[in-house]
């Protein structure tokens, strides 16, 4: 089953059979011919499918009040929503499906009525679908590079009946690194399901290989341990602990199933492996202005209908109906008459200010006039501050750790006399500076505001947490602050002060996942520049 | 539907002990659930709806109320008391703060024009169990909401000219995956027990998930025919665990081993000593006796694993933490 669109068509067929069992099948495919191919040969077996869109309300999908109707005959009219309408769903561009929709789809298919096509157009590895929805369906195409014309009709499977299907799905989820225990029995009931298709009682081996393609496979976090060579000294010594991760205890050198998943890993699983998993935080702090119907600065009302997430502005709404009363016969003695276009809903703009934590390197190797201009630039900031909201904290590192020179702040007279006696001079202790940074932007995070942090050196650490000087330590536990810093979300800029740019700290950087910005003759106002344009 | 029985779930055992000591003593708090997609969280909170005993509740009370006379006095007309199982509420993502607290009934304020009150999730959830999956992506006011009702035990709605205030008293369960983002840790500490659930690592462990999933797949009322006995026992050991609580004490040794451990380990204020206790205590009466440090140690991780200062370079985590300080203050009764 090497053919792509073999595989494909077959996984059509599988989903036309048992569609609410399987859960659906996520399609990773731009728009195009290939895409539409396959479509149509799936709504020629599910013709009822109902078609979502990414930013659907919740009463449209689960039902909910139907006001125009409702405000018309003066009763109670409900509709139903999509979801009691429909049992196959077709979610197209999936990938920007917000996760509170994925959530409440998730919660659908669990219920075990629906199937999901959820179509999914990411272009960059960070574009996906949801991985709440993506673990709940049971096959994943990839159509990139196939074309319409050559999709071939569906070609039956032989072969004899596989033994031990349980045993051999569950050592493969394990060797290619999937957690979830989802996987592999929807690979089981794939691989049934496909040897129905063809009218067998039993999986064969094609079967369970088919399903490892598209169950498993795509859903692999490591690349299987190489089957072990005969003889390999790999016979552990007799007082030695087992090792307890058992990789390959159920899969027999050349094991089809093991070929079948290699063969279909997907391409880029050695690129992200090897940047490793980088979880970037998201659904909090999200700084920026945000128009919302929940909280905040009050906005003047828009009409609309209400779709289960805003809330209706009373006083508005009865005043976009009052001019319309006397033609209504509504007016006194009375009942107003209101009418769905009269409808107006609250809305709010939240805002969370934006702390910059500048962590200076206030080393010796840090050329010490460039502190003055860091000062410099710190004060042209806050001169912004009112303007843009921002507060300011600075970190300074040297010696053996690190301090909290200023915290987070808005005036301008305190910065100015805490900056002035900013000494300077010693080791450079990089990593504690990261860690202050850090915490202070955790801190910031929990108070709501939005927290960025400028790293400000020229990339010597030579002071490990410990406060030891022992440079090789002080690099490794710089880069473990630097992944600390990525992994909690936290926007960064790292400018590199050295007279020469230098190749460590731009690989921090990427560690932090933050700009690199050398500025070797940095004077305050382009610092400033620099750090309000990186910033945003 | 049919819900996959709780005991048919292969291993997680300390999800399956937290879930079961909530169910014994449900002012423990919370349970924070945190591991791995498709691990058996979302099965294990849904399994509890049958597992446990059914309440007595006034049919057509919004509140789930005991007693007609605490059916509150804004709720229609009701009926005769009638037994039901215990109510396992989900709260979606994206829910709004309406449908959680309940508000205004735009229904009846548009056709009736009468105000009345339409009551949401916390109402529903009383004297059950409110399930928020993925409680990490769940905006941060209604967490805070929630957690506001979930400690004082009462909803109070005071919006759109409504003024009402019910018993909203459940067990919070959450869970999530700490890769998409971790919760405050002023959230963390008001849940009771925190687990962690990982994937089986072994493979026989990952064909008994299969097998019986598969069975369940092909015969619903089958496999929970087949577990019904064991769902029984269990539930009848919840029960006598309820009727022996307040019988057990714990001795005066243990109060100072909790204090001890707490102390060793910097936790947080006093709210990690207290659920500590009491979850000892759940556990005592759930298995019969008074409470031993034995069972103190086994419940010493999920008590305090979320209530530890993070340190950002610990790759080991809490849970290495809360061993090692165990097997440093009780020798004895932590194996090496």
Redesign the interface.
Known sequence: MTDRWAVAVRAAHCLARDPL?LGGLHLRARAGDARDRLMRLLRDFLPDAARLHPEMG?EALFGG?DLSE??RT???VRRGGLLARAETLILPMAERA???????L??AL???AHALIALDEGAEPEERLA??LA?RLAVTLDLEGLRAGDMPALAPLEGPAAEDP??R???L??ALG????????LA??LARTSALIDGRDAPSEADLAFAVTCALAPHATQLPAPPAEEGAEDEPAPDEVPD???RQ??LPDGDLLLEAALASLPPDLLERLASG?V?R????GAGAARKGN??GRPLPPRPGR?D??A??D?VATLRAAAPWQSLRGGGPGH?VQ?RAQDIRLRRYETRSDRLVIFAVDASGSAAFARLAEVKGAVELLLGQAYARRDHVALVSFRGTGAELLLPPTRSLLRTRKELSGLPGGGGTPLAAGL?AA?EQAVQAR?RGMDPAVVLLTDGRPNVA?SGDADRAAAIG?AT??AR?LRV??VTALVIDAGNRPSPALRDLASEMGARCLPLPRADAARLERSVADALG | MTAFPFTAIVGQDEMKTAMILTAVDPGIGGVLVFGDRGTGKSTAVRALSALLPPLEMVSGCPVNSARKADVPDWAGPVGETITRPTPVVDLPLGVTEDRVTGALDIERALTRGEKAFEPGLLARANRGYLYIDEINLLEDHIVDLLLDVAQSGENVVEREGLSIRHPARFVLVGSGNPEEGELRPQLLDRFGLSVEVTSPATVAERVAVLRRRDAFDRDRAAFAAAQAAEEEALRDRIVAARAALPRTAAPEGLLVDCATLCLALGADGLRGELTLLRAARALAAFEGGTPSREQLVRVAPMALRHRLRRDPLDEAGSTARISRALAEAFPEEVPA
Request: hydrophobic share 40%; aromatic share 0%; proline share 11%.
């Open positions: 069992g919740d009040l409702t405000l003066g009763r109670a917000r996760p509170a929709l994925a959530a409440r998730g919660q669990d219920g075990g991985p709440a673990d349980e045993d799905l569950a050592a989820s394990v999937i957690a979830s225990l989802r996987r592999a029995g089981l009931r307890p991760s058992p205890e159920a998993p979880p935080a998201s659904g909090m929940r909280r209400p289960g997430r809330r209706i009373l009942p209101v860690r850090l929990g947490l536990d473990a602050m600390a909690s979300g």
